[in-house]
């Protein structure tokens, strides 16, 4: 069968760390243009622009955008008047509200849209959700941290209003507590430290309804953590490694501490909803952060620079 043609946008860390290797691995999609001001794929075509690869390249029928949240929604708007199919990086849009409009756009214009959250396709994230179908949760708690100069290195956008700070790693912590919890989680408080010199956070402690808190943490030396972990009726359920790994009662259970199956199963799931012309937007990671950032207390802390 003839494989889907896609369009990669904003080729920077993550198109090139994740999304190029995993089209390129994938019987489903064929890696058809770039758009792109400066970054480019070998052999592939490229454009500056997205209205002009729209114009020029109607066979394209599905675009990817790996562009930071900000800058995400004129393209996104783009790519859905010009009737194609849409797929998001995490977080889908830089306000819930952008989001609303992209879903209605996109079933007026009788395409999919899919909001992806590459956390969730962690090895060990569909069995945790089983297991604690099952089982009453008498507590949680995630921990989230991580060195932002190693992971995002110079991406000053992530501090900058819309970029979310500390919540851009914490939200895939989040998209993975919505879909393991067999009921619904709402944001009770917040604190939320922002540099002196910046306009996102670098570090928030969450609490949610259910007895779950949060804990995350930009400014991480040494080993990361991405845990999190459950006290149950019947014993403790982990997930480690950011989701990668299971844990029941502190014995290997699932998983295999990779995260290079991510991507390869999100355009897998594209794929899926291409043959459904069906979307997939689920917003309730994306209703936690607004929640913070709405609920949360703030302090000052000390400035940061890259
Ligand atoms: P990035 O490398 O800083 O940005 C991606 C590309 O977007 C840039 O190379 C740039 O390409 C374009 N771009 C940046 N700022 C722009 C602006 N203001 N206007 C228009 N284009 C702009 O970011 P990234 O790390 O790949 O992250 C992109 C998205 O992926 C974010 O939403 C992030 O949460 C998500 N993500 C990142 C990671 C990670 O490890 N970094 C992991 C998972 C998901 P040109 O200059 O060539 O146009």
Redesign the pocket.
């Known amino acids: 069968m003839a494989r889907n043609r896609v369009a990669l946008?904003?080729?920077?860390?993550?198109?090139?760390?994740?999304h190029v290797p995993a089209l390129a691995a994938s019987p489903d999609w064929e890696l058809a243009a770039t758009?792109?001001?400066?970054?480019s794929v070998e052999g592939i075509e490229g454009f500056?622009d997205i209205q002009t690869m729209l114009d020029k390249r109607p066979d394209i029928g599905t675009v990817s955008l790996?562009?930071?949240?900000?800058?995400?929604f004129h393209?996104a708007q783009a790519v859905l008047r010009a009737g194609r199919n849409l797929m998001l990086?995490?977080?889908p849009g830089a306000t819930l509200a952008e989001v609303h409009i992209l879903r209605d756009l996109a079933q007026a214009q009788g395409v999919s849209l899919y909001a992806t959250w590459?956390s969730r396709m962690a090895e060990g994230v569909e069995a945790a959700r089983r297991l604690l179908a099952d089982r009453v949760i008498h507590e949680g708690r995630i921990t989230w941290r991580e060195d932002v100069r190693k992971?995002?290195p110079g991406?000053d956008?992530?501090f900058e209003a819309g970029g979310?700070g500390v919540f851009?790693?914490g939200?895939?912590a989040l998209s993975i507590l919505t879909r393991i919890l067999p009921v619904p989680v709402h944001l009770t408080a917040a604190d939320l430290d922002f540099p002196a010199n910046r306009q996102a956070p670098i570090a928030a402690r969450l609490t949610f309804s259910g007895g779950i808190t949060a804990d995350f943490d930009f400014r991480q030396q040494g080993p990361q953590t991405w845990d999190m972990e459950f006290k149950t009726d019947q014993g403790i359920v982990a997930l480690r490694m950011g989701g990668n790994r299971l844990e029941i009662d502190g014995h290997k259970a699932g998983g295999d501490d990779s995260i290079m199956g991510e991507y390869p199963a999100l355009y897998a799931r594209m794929a899926e909803l291409l043959r459904d012309n069906a979307s997939d937007v689920d917003l309730s990671p994306m209703v936690l952060v607004a929640d913070a950032f709405t609920l949360g207390r703030r302090g000052i802390v000390e400035p940061f620079e890259f």
Not at 9 to 18: C, M, R, S, T, Y
Not at 35 to 39: A, E, K, L, N, Y
């Open positions: 946008v904003g080729i920077g860390k993550i198109a090139l760390d994740q758009v792109s001001r400066h970054g500056a790996c562009l930071p949240p900000v800058p995400r393209a990086e995490k977080p590459h992971w995002h991406q956008w992530i979310m851009d790693p939200i895939n």
